[in-house]
């Protein structure tokens, strides 16, 4: 069967190898493949793995042996759904692969700024010493109220943290969830997203990116928040207005951003609209890789061969994911 693994730039050796040693001919391709390289080189295949590139109706078209995609990673949203269930073509994620590792980093960036250790950092570099002056007055977390959009596995794994861990008040908006669900996840639950907004010390986003999530942060929810509040963004950076973020920044509308997604990555500090963030000292910036811990690799690996020998198989492959979308018309051809 000819496979190809499209962002290559995110080594999977024991997928690769496998794959290799069940005797299928595997493609990798580099992430900032064109729709035109996808759409050639998906012409013969059966089986499409990947992470980031965007696989639209028209590489679908193109791939009429397609059987199945494998998403190696949860965020669905560069994949068009609908246009694959409507050709037979199986669409599976890796749902939980990361879920600990993903809130230890949110977590992390949220101390990390909390504590002013970006800022501190570069004048310790620069100017070798601080003194204990207003400017470098830190926050407590225990305490505080954090605010987590997005309650599914990321969400309420952070909320266990901050939670029982560092005794902040957790409080979370998410839609498709019961205030049932929620308080079991030690979160109490609000139907208003401005209401929370207005309580938080700290708002760390893990919601899906779909067309009811797209902009979900805009200017009038960073006016909601408070001046000293953070926002962190483990999840994908068309949840937040970017230009408005970056507008609130600049006034001081909100006290820091911590940021490991973008919508447009990867980041080119030259010419990025948002390059004025890396110049911000209440501004924390990661490369998108809040994933990307041995521990959770290894999971993602295993999960997605398990994902993969299905689909060779011609078995019905196992959607673990709760994502609506992915649980309907999920029929391998
Ligand atoms: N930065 C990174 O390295 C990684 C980022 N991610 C991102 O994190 C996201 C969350 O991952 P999981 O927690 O595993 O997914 P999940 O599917 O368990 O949780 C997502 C939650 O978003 C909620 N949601 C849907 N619409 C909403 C709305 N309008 N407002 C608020 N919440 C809404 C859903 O009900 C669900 O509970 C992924 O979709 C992905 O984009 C995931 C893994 C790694
Ligand atoms: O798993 C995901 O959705 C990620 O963002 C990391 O690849």
């Known amino acids: 069967m000819k496979i190809v693994r499209c962002d290559r730039e995110l080594e999977t050796p024991l997928v690769d190898q496998t794959l290799r040693d069940w005797g299928h001919e ?32 028209r590489v679908l078209d193109a791939a009429p042996r397609l059987r199945g995609i494998v998403k190696y990673g949860v965020g669905i949203d560069a994949i068009d759904i609908p246009a694959a269930h409507a050709r037979g073509v199986a669409v599976v994620n890796i749902p939980g692969y ?34 204990p002056t207003e400017q470098w007055l830190a926050s407590d977390i225990a305490g505080k109220t954090l605010g987590i959009i997005g309650c599914g596995k990321i969400g309420a794994a952070l909320a266990r943290m ?11 908006y998410d839609p498709h969830k019961s205030p049932e669900e929620m308080n ?39 006016a909601a928040m408070k001046p000293t509040a953070v926002l962190v963004n483990t999840a994908r950076g068309a949840l937040v207005d970017e230009a408005a973020l970056l507008d609130a920044l600049r006034h001081g509308q909100i006290g820091g951003a911590g940021l490991d997604v973008f919508s447009q990555e990867p980041v080119d500090r030259q010419t990025h609209p948002l390059r004025e963030l890396y110049t911000m000292d209440n501004v924390m910036l990661l490369p998108h890789l ?6 959770a690799m290894r ?19 196992t959607i673990l994911s709760n994502d609506p979308r992915l649980r309907m018309g999920a029929a391998t051809r």
């Open 26 to 57: 595997l493609l990798l391709l580099p992430e900032d493949v064109s729709e035109d390289g996808l759409c050639a080189a998906a012409a013969d295949c059966e089986l499409l793995l990947m992470c980031y590139t965007p696989v639209s109706a």
């Open 98 to 131: 990361a879920e600990e590792t993903v809130a230890e980093a949110a977590f992390a960036m949220l101390i990390a700024l909390a504590k002013k250790l970006p800022a501190l950092g570069r004048v310790m570099q620069s100017d070798g010493w601080a003194w």
């Open 162 to 172: 901050a939670g029982a861990g560092f005794r902040a008040r957790i409080v979370g």
């Open 184 to 222: 079991s996840a030690g979160i109490e639950p609000y139907d208003d997203l401005h209401a929370m907004l207005t309580e938080c010390d700290f708002v760390s986003l893990h919601a899906v990116l779909c067309d009811t999530t797209r902009g979900l942060i805009g200017a009038a929810e960073l």
């Open 290 to 295: 809040a994933f990307y811990t041995a521990e």
């Open 299 to 317: 999971r993602l690996e295993l999960e997605t061969l398990d994902r993969c020998r299905e689909i060779i198989g011609g078995r019905p492959v």
